[in-house]
């Protein structure tokens, strides 16, 4: 069965530290696993960060990346979904996306399943989840705070995609997981029964960005307006205002704690500048580690792809 990217709980704890490990191996060692093959990479929102670093790791795992705005491709109003896959499936041994409805990846991988054609769908970011932001951010905290397992990470502002995907990862690797969002922008009690299920870590959610900090090894952030929110930037400011991570919410975290952001970041608004730019942020660190985190974590789907 491929093995699609969709979400981080798409992989159990072997596997996640597999992936963590290969993004850290020497490319070399890897083997080239798209020598002489393409990876279709398809935005319908922009792109810094995911763009590169994708495009990037294909060229170091020998293969060619073709980059396509979604408009072009026009998911369900030029043709069905199932039918750019199908098409797709045919030039390229990866298609990853950047989406509006998480449904759409989802439904990429299910008709390349019904086919039997093996290739990997990722997610490079839907309103669901970023898992190639959480391997990054596991990396990061990796090599920052040493083993993972046992230390307590924590994530200020709005529950989305990119705080799915760190908690579900931060808990298969055996972390406390410390949620401090407003009401209305937090995670609903089935979401934290799910999270409750998944690795040996713990989930926790407060109300307030201090509470959540407090002793914590790692504090997240993301912005407060995502990409397709942007009508509604006004109402979600005021709606976080007191939920910025300023030098007084760092105090409470453990001295040695890092400040990481998948970036874009706003300074001012989800995070002030003292901190993202002061000695515990991580980063550009994180940034850069997007690209190796991708090459790891393509190398591994690609390894379960039986030619
Ligand atoms: N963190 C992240 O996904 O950045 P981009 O939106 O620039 O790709
Ligand atoms: N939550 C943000 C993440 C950007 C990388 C968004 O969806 O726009």
């Not at 937090?186 to 713990?202: K, N």
């Not at 005021?238 to 970041?265: K, Q, S, W």
């Not at 730019?277 to 390894?303: I, K």
Request: net charge negative; hydrophobic share 45%; proline share 4%.
């Amino acid at each position: 069965m491929t093995r699609h990217l969709l979400d981080i709980v798409d992989f159990n704890t072997a596997e996640v530290m597999a992936i963590l490990d290969l993004a850290e191996q020497p490319i070399e060692s890897l083997g080239r696993p798209l020598d002489g093959h393409g990876a279709s990479l398809i935005f319908e929102k922009p792109s810094n960060r995911t763009r590169h670093s994708m495009e990037m790791a294909v060229v170091q795992l020998g293969g060619h990346p073709v980059y396509t705005r979604g408009e072009e491709i026009g998911f369900d109003t030029r043709e069905p979904v199932e039918d750019v896959a199908r098409i797709m499936a045919g030039y390229h041994s990866i298609i990853a996306a950047r989406v509006f409805d998480h449904a759409t990846v989802e439904r990429a991988a299910a008709a390349l399943d019904a086919d039997g054609t093996e290739v990997p769908v990722v997610n490079m970011l839907s309103d669901r989840s970023h898992p190639l932001q959480a391997f990054a951010d596991a990396l990061t905290m990796r090599q920052r705070l040493g083993v993972l397992t046992g230390q307590t990470v924590a994530y200020v502002g709005d529950y989305a995609n990119v705080a799915r995907s760190l908690a579900e990862i931060s808990l298969l690797l055996g972390m406390h997981v410390r949620l401090g969002c407003p009401r209305g922008f937090d995670a609903d009690d089935a979401e934290l029964e799910r999270l409750s299920t998944i690795g040996t870590g713990t989930i926790e959610q407060v109300t307030r960005a201090a509470e959540a900090a407090e002793g914590a090894n790692a504090v997240h952030t993301d912005t407060w307006v995502s990409m397709g929110q942007e009508t509604e930037k006004a109402a979600r400011r005021r709606a976080f205002e007191g939920y910025t991570v300023d030098d007084d919410i760092m105090a409470l975290a453990d001295p040695n704690a890092v400040f990481m952001h998948c970036l874009p970041a706003y300074r001012g608004f989800e995070v002030s500048a003292d901190v993202i730019d002061g000695p515990q942020s991580a980063v550009f660190q994180q940034g850069h580690n997007r690209m190796h985190a991708a090459r790891g974590a393509l190398a591994f789907v690609l390894s379960e792809v039986t030619r």
